[in-house]
């Protein structure tokens, strides 16, 4: 009788594959929120860069102007990269840091009045100088947008 026994036969192993329902639903949802998350960060980034532009529209063609754009300049800068890095430079560290992160390399006298102006009691410019600093600012604000906070 013990012949016509057969051997015992384990159960196949539970698979993974396919998954439940469940599991598509939660894989669902996570790809979700990493997408939302996706545009929520870049929609605050394009409201901060908005923000800025529109400060630098703002500013007047004041005695303080250069202190102001350069103001505006440092805090965009410690917004799109390291403020600890950022908010200690200034003088000729400070222009280097914007000609290093500039997307096209600035002119010479614009570099000067931001690294000069700010410092000196009256600094006379004329208003083309106004517009193509405030152009500078603009440029190189909208060109840290893309680069990662």
């Given at each position: 009788m013990l012949d016509k026994l057969k051997d015992i036969h384990a159960p196949q192993a539970?698979?993974?594959w396919p998954l439940a329902w469940g599991w598509w639903l939660l894989i669902?949802?996570?790809l979700l929120a990493i997408i939302a998350a996706?545009?929520?960060v870049r929609r605050g980034r394009e409201q901060v860069?908005?923000?800025l532009q529109a400060r630098l529209k703002e500013l007047g063609n004041g005695d303080d102007f250069l202190a102001a754009l350069n103001q505006l300049l440092k805090e965009a800068a410690c917004y799109y990269h390291d403020p600890g890095q950022v908010s200690a430079l200034?003088?000729?560290a400070w222009t280097g840091f914007l000609r290093q992160h500039s997307p096209a390399e600035p002119e010479r006298h614009l570099i000067e009045l931001l690294e000069a102006g700010p410092y000196a009691k009256s600094?006379?410019?004329r208003f083309e100088?106004?517009?193509d600093l405030k152009a500078f600012?603009?440029?190189?604000i909208a060109a840290q947008e893309g680069k990662d906070a």
């Open positions: 539970p698979s993974a669902a949802l996570v996706f545009f929520y860069n908005e923000r200034s003088g000729k600094f006379p410019i100088l106004f517009r600012a603009g440029s190189w």
